[in-house]
């Protein structure tokens, strides 16, 4: 019966971790319930899927995906926090949850994270949750990409601007001589 259970369990998280862009484990010790939960909901409106399980089982559930590099992290207090649809937001809201919430304290801390199949650190989540959202950065590459045509651009009407004013004195001087 047990063992059932277990199976059970171990079937549904191979399911939330299947298709994740990013798998990220949280030593979540030293706060409350309260904060928990406040995370959960921030988690939840990012579209991140946050939860604890024994360390154990979800050892079996990522290693039936392949993903063995994470085994040695699986110690102690664990949580992971999964995201199928963008690779920074768990990161990204751990942050704001312990700038906000915690005020900077040292606790929730990244164990460690899992994308494209490499493994990131503390520090480099870190950094990785402090660069700008997606959108922002695209639009950053776009304006690096349209600037030299938007320069292209201003030249040639300034040359064009040029020729029209030596019309304009022309066309004065003509005027003023007649």
Not at 44 to 64: P, W
């Amino acid at each position: 019966m047990v063992q059932s259970i277990k199976y059970d369990i171990v079937k549904n998280l191979t399911e939330r971790l299947s298709g994740a862009k990013v798998i990220v484990l949280v030593d979540y010790k030293g706060i409350n319930i309260e904060q928990v939960n406040q995370l959960r909901n921030r988690f939840r409106e990012s579209q991140v899927d946050y939860f604890v399980q024994k360390n154990t089982l979800i050892k079996i559930a990522l290693n039936s995906l392949g993903i063995t590099e994470l085994n040695p992290y699986l110690k102690g207090p664990t949580a992971v926090a999964v995201s199928k649809l963008d690779e920074v937001s768990p990161a990204r809201e751990l942050m704001k949850f312990l700038k906000e919430v915690m005020e900077n304290k040292d606790f929730p801390s990244f164990k460690v994270g899992y994308i494209a199949g490499h493994i990131y650190d503390a520090a480099e989540l870190t950094a990785l949750a402090k660069l700008p959202p997606r959108e922002e950065l695209l639009a950053k590459v776009l304006a690096c990409m349209n600037a030299p045509l938007s320069n292209f651009v201003s030249i040639n009407q300034g040359i064009i601007r040029k020729f029209v004013y030596a019309l304009d004195a022309i066309a004065k001087k003509q005027a003023e001589a007649s």
